[in-house]
């Protein structure tokens, strides 16, 4: 910027804009104005500096940006695919035709918002595993991992309630046998599935109320807890900085601008992701099958992927241990995760320590090899309610094999960490660790390994495979 381009505002506000981004003086000319709007912008969202190791690629992995990205591209596409939607059967299966076939990049739309949603979950679970295993869900963020699980479970929302809108045979039997779930709640269960069906099965009414969440509820909700989720990052004094294990933060850090310093990397990410994405959607079509036919149920019916590790651990369990304790438990130790693993001596440091990296692996590995032969002796040779006929099922084919799974994990995990010494929050690791891959063993079974009846089978002997 030459000096004649700029001039001297006697504003507070100026003063302290010009003092970060133009030392010399607010610019006259258009582009170094334009600059200073977008540099602006850019620092509603980011500090003006950040410490420079928390910019190391290999900490953060960049998950919350690319969920950011995701959730952009999604409200981007949503709004352009609602403009094409009526949310009536049959119009919204006719309507999904005509955008694939007679609306211009149409398909390229829906194939975009289609992957976007399917990414995003995974990539806010990975973001949610990253958080975990550097501790950054510790003392001061305790609020921001609460918010962080929240959002979460409104992205599976998101994409549940958008999983019926294209009103295919997919989209009908998949919520049929979600929304199924939810009426094993103890007491409101079938009160709350009626509400969210709109009536007793899935209907022209279950597509309304599902498109008003899809489209307006879940969306505002969580572009609202995003922002307060960046907001609450600069509260807490930044990201968690990382580092090796056992090593002491100097007092003094080493700070950069974020920009160019952060901007300039979170730039490249984001296009090279949008590159993929484009990509992706222009050779993966999105799934659409032939319309509804609420008369004919496919075998097997199946709830969408995400739910597939809960679908499984109904075939296992009473359906209110299966549906509601499990799940339940799962999640409020999740919410309540900061409260009781809070050491802070370990943050920033991958898998608390290098003892930890071990046991992560280890607990990883048995949880991977226990968790499918515990699924093929519950299928094959345990028949809980034959052998105790007289009690309650919810108890003999529930609470005992629940107790009994609950008890070998805490000895199994208990032992180990006796072995090797662990400390209190490597032994939460390892449990969070064998539980975690155990939800993506069953998944993964509940995906590809359950044939015609939801029978165990192999997907490469399927007639047609
Ligand atoms: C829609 C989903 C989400 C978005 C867009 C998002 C975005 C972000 C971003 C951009 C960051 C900073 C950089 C990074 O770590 O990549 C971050 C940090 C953080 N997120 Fe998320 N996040 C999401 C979901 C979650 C979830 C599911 C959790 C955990 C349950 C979580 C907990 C946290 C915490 C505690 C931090 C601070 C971590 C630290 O300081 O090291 N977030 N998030």
């Not at 000319?29 to 910019?55: F, Q, W």
Request: proline share 8%; net charge neutral.
């Amino acid at each position: 910027m030459k000096p004649e381009d700029t001039e001297e505002i006697p504003s507070s506000l100026f003063d302290r804009m010009r003092k970060t981004l133009a030392p010399s003086g607010i610019p006259t000319d258009r582009r170094g104005r334009m600059r200073m709007v977008v540099d602006t912008l850019i620092l509603h969202i980011h500090p003006t500096k950040v410490n420079s190791r928390t910019l190391r690629f290999t900490y953060t992995w960049g998950l919350g940006g690319l969920s950011a990205l995701l959730t952009v591209i999604l409200v981007s596409t949503g709004v352009l695919l609602e403009m094409n939607y009526t949310p009536s059967p049959p119009d919204a299966y006719l309507d999904i035709i005509n955008l694939t076939t007679n609306v211009w990049f149409g398909s390229l739309v829906r194939n975009l918002h289609h992957w976007s949603g399917n990414l995003l979950i995974v990539a806010a679970v990975l973001h949610l595993l990253r958080v975990f295993f550097t501790g950054g869900h510790r003392p001061p963020r305790e609020l921001n991992w609460m918010l962080g699980v929240a959002m979460l479970l409104l992205v599976l929302g998101a994409n549940f309630t958008g999983y019926l809108l294209p009103w295919d045979e997919l989209a009908y039997w998949a919520i049929t046998v979600g929304t199924s779930i939810i009426s094993y709640v103890p007491l409101v269960g079938e009160w709350l599935n009626r509400l969210l069906l709109g009536g007793p099965e899935v209907g022209a009414a279950t597509l309304l109320n599902f498109y008003a969440l899809h489209i307006s509820i879940i969306p505002v909700t969580v572009v609202l807890l995003m922002s307060y989720h960046f907001w609450r990052i600069r509260k807490d004094g930044g990201l968690t900085i990382p580092k090796k294990p056992g090593e002491e933060l100097p007092k003094k850090m080493e700070s950069v601008t974020t920009i160019p310093y952060l901007v300039r990397p979170e730039l490249m990410f984001a296009i090279a992701w949008l590159a993929i994405m484009f990509f992706w959607a222009m050779l993966v079509p999105a799934p659409l099958e032939g319309i509804a036919n609420p008369l004919v149920s496919p075998n097997p019916a199946k709830a969408p992927w995400y739910f597939m590790g809960l679908q499984e651990l109904l075939l296992h369990f009473h359906p209110v241990i299966g549906a509601v304790l499990i799940p339940g438990l799962a999640l409020t130790s999740l919410f309540l995760l900061p409260f009781y693993d809070v050491e802070i001596k370990t943050v920033g440091v991958y898998f608390r320590s290098q003892r930890g990296r071990y046991l992560a692996i280890i607990s990883a590995g048995l949880s991977l090899l226990i968790s499918p032969i515990w699924v093929l002796l519950d299928e094959y040779v345990i028949h809980w309610t034959m052998w105790l006929p007289s009690w309650p099922t919810w108890i003999s084919n529930g609470l005992v094999p629940l107790s009994i799974l609950l008890l070998g994990i805490f000895v199994l995990t208990g032992w180990i960490a006796k072995l090797s010494r662990a400390s209190l929050e490597e032994r939460v690791l390892v449990i969070f660790v064998y539980l975690f891959t155990a939800l993506v063993v069953l998944t993964v079974i509940g995906i590809f390994f359950r044939g015609p009846g939801m029978e165990l089978f192999w997907p490469w002997m399927m007639p047609g495979h």
